[in-house]
Each structure stands twice: as C-alpha cells, then as structure tokens.
C-alpha cells in the first residue's frame, strides 16, 4: 500500500493529483467498508473539493504542505463543521456542529484531505467498538473478531488501505488497543501536546488525541501535524513542536529500556508475551539495554481509572439533557421527565453504566471513599513512572493481553472487557506519552503489538525507536487479505 508520506511527496512533486488520491481512496471504501463497518460518514464532495483546493495551491507554487493530497479519516467525536459528529451515539444523532476542532484546522492547512467520519464506541466508552448506536466494526484480519476500542472505525480505515491515515482519541488506550488489535501505528501524546478543543469530552484530565498510520513514519509526519499551543485549550502546553520525522533514522544504540515485570504477569497470553519478548531481543540487537523496573502500584490502575474517567463522564456528559441540542423526548409530562426520558433512550447500555458509577463516585458521602482516593492512587502511580524514568528512557511492554477476541464475547462481562486496557491506561493517569506498534502475529495470524512509554514530551525518541524496530523487522508490510 503507497503510504501517506509517499502520496503527500507525490501531489507537491506534480506527479499525482490531490483529486486522484482521494477518488483512489474513496474508492477502496466503497469496495470494502460494507463489509467492515468502519465509517460512519463518507464525505465525498467536500473531500473532492478540498482535493480540487489542493491541487490549486500546488499549480500556484504552495508546495509547503506536509499532507498535501493524503486522505485521512476522523474519529467521529471530533467535531466538524462539514458532516455530523454523532459520537456514535443516538442521543446526537445528525448533530452537525457550528465549528471545527482544532486538528482539523491544521490538517485542512497542511493540505490533508478528510474523506469521512469513523466508528467508535459510544462517547468513546468501550474497548470494542460494539458499544456503537450506529452498529459495530469487523476487523479486516478476521470479520468475526473485534478491532478493538474505542477508536476502533479509525484503526480498520487504515489496517484495510481505505487511508493511509486516521485521527482517533485516547482516554485510556482508546488509540493504542484498536492499533495493536489491527496491526497498526498508534501514537497517544503527551497529555496537553494536542489541542482538546472540538473533541467532545469524556474524561478531561485523560483524553488526547492522537494518530494512526500504517507506519511510524507516517504517524510521525501527522503527529508534527497536529501537536502546538492552541490558546482556546485551557490544558494546551505552549511548547515548540520538534521535526519528529527528523529523528527517525538516529541509531538506538545505548538507549535504556526498561521492563516491567508487572506486565508481563497473570493474565497475559502465551503468544502475545513470546512475540514481545522477541520483540526486545531485536531492540537489544540493535545496540539498546534493557533494565529491570518496578511499577508498583500498576495493579491499582484499573480500578483507579474507572472511577475518574466515569466521574468525570458523568459531569462531561451532564449537558445532554434533551433541551440545549441532541436528543428530546416526545411528550414528556413535565422538565424532569424531559431529562430521564431523553437521557433513557439517547444513552446506550455502556454510557449509562459508567454514567451511574461515576455519579455515584462524586455523590455526598462518597466523594472521599472513592473519587478523591483514587486521585491520591493516581499521584502515586505518576510517581512510579517519575522514578523508573530517572534510569530507563523508555518502559517496553504488551499493548493488550490478547490478540482480538470474537465479536460478542465479552459484551455480557463489562469486568473482562475493562481488562482489555490493563496496559495502556496507567499512561492517560500519568499523562506520559505512549505508541503501540506492531511486533507480530499469533498462530491465527491476528496482529500482536508492542507498547512503548516514556517521560512527557518524549515523543521524538519513542518514534525513533518504533522506527529502527519497525524497519528491522517489517511486520507493516503485512497486511490483511
């Protein structure tokens, strides 16, 4: 498959046209997204005008433009003022917003095109993208199995070729999972790295958005993108953005590495830990050492996690109450009724259940035993990782448990499927940085994908190591049948 960094090249060059690029890929999604459920919106005519805008600007002489031509799909909670932004949700069903997030203010300035709106979990809560109003997403590897959550309609757009590129968010490993599950490169940045503003919130002290790409190096060239300062984000970090494609070919040699044996306990497939562990002889062979590291209140994180991300869901998601916009009851007898009634049939199963356990976590008599406790356990586990970073560059793990599971087996077991994020979450409580990228496959051949986190705003050396990896192994090249 051409890659985004390839396309891109090509349109400045004059050698392919923007128009040309995205019929290619609006073509791809017409021959396969039926069967893979990916998108929920296909904007073609803007995408064919953005395209015609493209190429303008490239006959004018603008050839500064990084995603020149290269088609990209967002995850369908980032807002856009061109096609509905649903959160595959029915209570904001056909809701159109009045403006643009911020990354797509600067992917529409780097000449990107946006040729759809993907598939998710409702509001993004869920680890399967079968939490859906709007119906679930297949993984291309194997249409019977999951492609994991919730960014999971963003990860099967690029691990089919329907793009080269996709925007998804990550609150707990929403980008990182649904990457490994399809073989793909997801990248979560630093916390306050990415401007939130436009992204309909979940958990506000969590969420990031972030890239996936079929390569690091395409995800590098999207994250240089996307990241910067944007003053109408009260948590955006005024911080210079490096060249991360720069970086890419810097050799590895003497990097620290660090390993965890918490990751690598209970409850983590046989398959899974072998490819992984190869995975770091291959590091190793390329000059990096690896050290023993100690995280110990990772066996907290879990539990921390689904007490500050419902709590503060349940204060996000409080202005859905059937009279601003979204959603409205018919006939409802009085103002009460209006909300429970329109909040009854808007929410789906999933959002209501965590809406209720974090109301139930910042309720009187409660505060204390449960939300403010689990804001002093996520102090201690950001101070695990502050120490482990004092000797390690980087903290080498799984990125999910398992390879995909089949579609249906955990939707009666929210505990197991909650447990699918054992490994990612602890990154979105520390608010470091973390990549999942593709390390092998199973005896099934599912996609298997190895995790790397480090200190905040070490992207750059991150993608430098995904990259020596991945070009020394070449499990990108591989690609569903």
């Given at each position: ?41 296909v ?124 925007l ?15 073989g ?20 506000s ?30 948590t955006s ?28 306990g ?35 994180a ?27 009851s ?8 209006l ?50 970073f004092?000797?390690?560059d ?46 092998g ?13 480090g200190p ?26």
């Amino acid at each position: 498959m051409i890659t985004a960094t390839e396309i891109a090249k090509s349109v400045r060059s004059g050698s392919m046209s923007a128009r040309d690029a995205v019929q290619s890929s609006l073509s791809r999604i017409k021959e396969h997204d039926s069967s893979l459920g990916a998108f929920l919106f296909v904007c073609e005519d803007h995408a064919l005008e953005q395209a015609t805008q493209v190429d303008a600007q490239i006959r004018n002489g603008q050839t500064d433009l990084p995603l020149a031509g290269v088609p990209i799909a967002i995850k369908d909670n980032i807002c856009t003022d061109f096609a509905p932004t649903t959160c595959a949700s029915k209570i904001l069903n056909n809701f159109c917003p009045p403006y643009s997030a911020h990354v797509i203010e600067k992917l529409t300035h780097a000449g990107a095109i946006i040729v759809g709106k993907t598939n998710l979990d409702e509001f993004a809560m869920g680890s399967s993208t079968e939490n859906s109003a709007k119906g679930i997403t297949r993984n291309p590897w194997d249409r019977e199995r999951v492609p994991g959550g919730s960014s999971g309609g963003s990860a099967v757009s690029v691990a089919s070729g329907m793009t080269p590129l996709a925007l998804g968010s990550d609150t707990g490993g929403s980008i990182r999972q649904p990457a490994s599950l399809t073989g793909v490169v997801g990248i979560k940045p630093t916390y306050g790295c990415v401007s939130r503003y436009g992204l309909v919130a979940y958990g506000s002290s969590l969420d990031q958005i972030g890239p996936m790409a079929r390569t690091v190096e395409d995800a590098a060239l999207l994250l240089g993108t996307i990241v910067g300062h944007d003053a109408r984000d009260s948590t955006s970090v005024a911080k210079n953005a490096p060249d991360y494609v720069a970086n890419l070919s810097n050799p590895i040699a003497g990097k620290k590495i660090g390993i965890a044996r918490e990751y690598f306990g209970e409850g983590l497939d046989a398959q899974t830990r072998s490819a992984v562990e190869f995975a770091i002889e291959v590091l190793r062979g390329l000059g990096a050492e690896t050290v023993e590291i100690e995280l110990p209140h990772t066996k907290y994180a879990i539990a921390c996690y689904y007490l500050i991300a419902t709590a503060e869901a349940s204060s996000n998601l409080a202005r859905y109450d059937g009279v601003h916009y979204g959603h409205r009851s018919e006939n409802p007898r009085d103002i009460f009724e209006l909300y429970s009634a329109s909040r009854e049939e808007g929410f789906g199963r999933e959002v209501k259940r965590r809406l209720m356990l974090g109301t139930h976590a910042l309720s009187s008599g409660y505060y204390d035993a449960y939300y403010l406790r689990a804001m002093k356990v996520r102090t201690l586990l950001r101070k695990d990782f502050e120490k482990a970073f004092a000797n390690v560059d980087v903290i080498c793990s799984p990125t999910t448990p398992t390879t995909a599971f089949r579609i249906g087996e955990k939707t009666d077991d929210p505990l197991a499927m909650y447990l699918a994020d054992i490994y990612t979450i602890s990154a979105n409580l520390a608010g470091i940085p973390a990549m999942s990228v593709p390390c092998g496959f199973d005896s099934t051949d599912l996609p298997i994908g190895m995790q790397l986190m480090g200190p905040a705003f070490s992207e750059s050396n991150l993608i430098n190591i995904a990259h020596q990896y991945e070009i020394s192994s070449n499990h990108f090249e591989r690609v569903p049948g």
